[in-house]
């Protein structure tokens, strides 16, 4: 009960400081505009090729087109690579600039534990990438209002799961490497630098690989988004985001813990 | 309330603080005295669960600070030199937030936040950012911070730094009229502040403890071994002459001449006042003496 309110007041605070300066603004308005183009886009192509498809149909060919396959997807997918530029941003300064301030040393003689600020830090960080994505889903409204099919929503909604698990992943990270530096700056380049080198892990992913190239490719946080953005909700894969978060997280925590050691 | 046995804590090869002891009681003001980097901040950060000890123990309010941190950590309000401070939040919305994070009740805390603010007198700028606030209107902040939960210690680590007269002097008002509820441990490197708060006094220096006692005894101590600074107009080298001519003056140094006046730093023997003698052997030579002044109260 303690522990859950407290891990709120760290939150709420977050979410102050967010709110407080540009980064949420920021954040946001990058999300919606990347988002807007990139589904403008993807719009028009599809409107071309059904066009194309609505011809080859009347001489009796080509299959219906979804809008699931051809609109939503690619969206979703290029999301994941903004989430990438996006997540930085949204960590960086959350151990490092209590550490330039000196408010970690309230924050560490109150009652709370580590293991309440690391989680509160990464809720909050979670909580407003979430609503990044919903801001973001508010596009997709457009489609179900116009279409005369409208697409089906449930490969929406794991697709959507799929970037919250994907870029929370990145945001653990993000909080660990936040606690390594007192220079937000740092925090960031080292964080982005990071980030892609996990995600240029899904490039191994190759038939004629051998085994270990396999367990690295597995390790890629892109390979276990596939699946779940076309629909497939796979128990495998939120697993394995799952363990990725919480591997970051401890990381952060052992992190914070040891620092005390060292100071 | 505290006590503090053969703590010791080294940061690689440096020992900063090298087996200290000692023991507050409850509702007293302990004055925590030494010149900078003596071990003041590394103790108190121990005392406050901030950093582990290498070697020793520290217990507050019978919790052990390794054992307990969360029993400790409930127990105390602290401020650490810079007060910790977000300078993009009001101070209403910073204090709610410390209010939290402390565990007050929420029925309670609207009412424990108040009872703050009244306190450290800092109702006109409840409403303000806190980094739009002045240096001594911070370190009020942060001292609402750490009274906020009604804490039975209090570990102030130099709480008038960088604060103007005035506010120096309310602050210790403040602090004095805190005593009694609260133990307190107060850090500062200035002798008066401590006489003039503090009932019971450790001196550190270089991280071990060289002295502790009431301000009262201390300050009699220092006296004996005390300079006087005495400015005289005249012949400067006759002066001096006369000075050191006087029965227990042990040194004289003349430290700026000028051609109107010259400063003498006169060293007495310990526990011998010789201001009297040396005014009359300065005026029985002739010369004028202009001032007369006791400057031994500051520990270097």
């Known amino acids: 009960m303690t522990a859950l309110r407290n891990v709120g007041a760290i939150v709420e605070k977050e979410w102050r400081h967010y709110f407080g300066s540009p980064i949420a603004y920021v954040a946001l308005m990058v999300w919606t505009l990347l988002f807007g183009i990139f589904f403008y886009f993807a719009f028009s192509l599809f409107l071309r090729q059904s066009m194309m498809a609505a011809q080859q149909m009347e001489f009796g060919g080509g299959p219906k087109m979804s809008l699931n396959e051809w609109l939503i997807r690619p969206v979703m997918h290029n999301m994941a690579v903004v989430a990438l530029f996006v997540a930085p941003m949204l960590t960086m300064r959350l151990f490092a600039e209590e550490k330039r301030q000196g408010t970690i040393e309230l924050l560490a003689t109150a009652p709370i534990t580590d293991l309440q600020i690391v989680l509160g830090k990464f809720l909050a960080a979670v909580g407003l990438y979430g609503l990044m994505i919903l801001a973001g889903l508010l596009n997709l409204a457009l489609v179900w209002h116009y279409a005369s099919t409208p697409p089906e929503w449930k490969p929406v909604v794991s697709g959507a799961l799929a970037l919250l698990l994907f870029g929370s992943c990145f945001l653990a990270l993000g909080v660990f490497v936040s606690t390594l530096t007192r220079n937000q700056i740092v925090a960031g380049i080292l964080s982005f630098c990071l980030f892609l080198g996990v995600w240029t892990l899904g490039w191994a992913d190759d038939p004629s690989a051998g085994p270990m190239m396999k367990a690295l490719a597995y390790l890629g946080v892109t390979t276990h988004m596939e699946d779940l953005v076309k629909g497939v909700v796979d128990l495998k894969d939120v697993v394995f985001y799952l363990s990725f978060i919480v591997f970051g997280l401890f990381l952060a925590h052992q992190s914070v813990q040891s620092q005390r050691w060292r100071a | ?300």
């Open chain 2, 1 to 300: 309330m505290i006590e503090v046995e053969n703590l010791t804590k080294r940061y690689g090869r440096t020992t900063a603080v090298d087996g200290v002891s000692f023991r507050v009681q409850k509702g007293e003001i302990l004055g925590f005295l030494g010149p900078n980097g003596a071990g003041k901040t590394t103790t108190m950060r121990i005392l406050t669960c901030y950093l582990p000890p290498t070697e020793g123990t520290a217990r507050v309010a019978g919790y052990d600070v390794f054992e307990a941190p969360l029993e400790v950590k409930k127990r105390v309000g602290y401020i650490p030199e810079t007060p910790p401070l977000y300078p993009d939040m009001a101070v209403d919305d910073f204090l709610d937030f410390c209010a939290k994070i402390k565990g007050l009740p929420a029925a309670s805390r609207q009412g424990k936040i108040d009872e703050a603010v009244g306190k450290t007198k800092i109702g006109d700028v409840r409403g303000k950012l806190i980094g739009r606030l002045s240096k001594g209107y911070r370190q009020r902040v942060g001292l609402a911070q750490a009274i906020l939960a009604n804490p039975d210690v209090l570990i102030l680590d130099e709480p008038t730094a960088g604060l103007d007269p005035k506010q120096i002097i309310e602050t210790r008002e403040l602090i004095k009229s805190l005593g009694g509820d609260h133990t307190i441990v107060l850090s500062t490197h200035i002798l008066p502040e401590v006489s003039m708060t503090c009932g019971r006094v450790v001196i550190i220096n270089k991280g071990k403890v060289v002295a502790e006692d009431t301000p009262a005894n201390l300050t009699r101590r220092l006296r004996g071994a005390g300079a006087l600074r005495v400015d005289v107009r005249g012949d400067a080298a006759a002066a001096a002459e006369a000075v050191r001519a006087v029965a227990g003056v042990v040194a004289v140094r003349s430290r700026s001449e000028s051609s109107e006046a010259t400063t003498l730093e006169v060293e007495a023997e310990a526990g011998r006042d010789v201001r009297a003698q040396i005014a009359r052997a300065v005026v029985g030579h002739g010369l004028d003496l202009l001032a007369l002044q006791q400057v031994g109260m500051s520990l270097y």
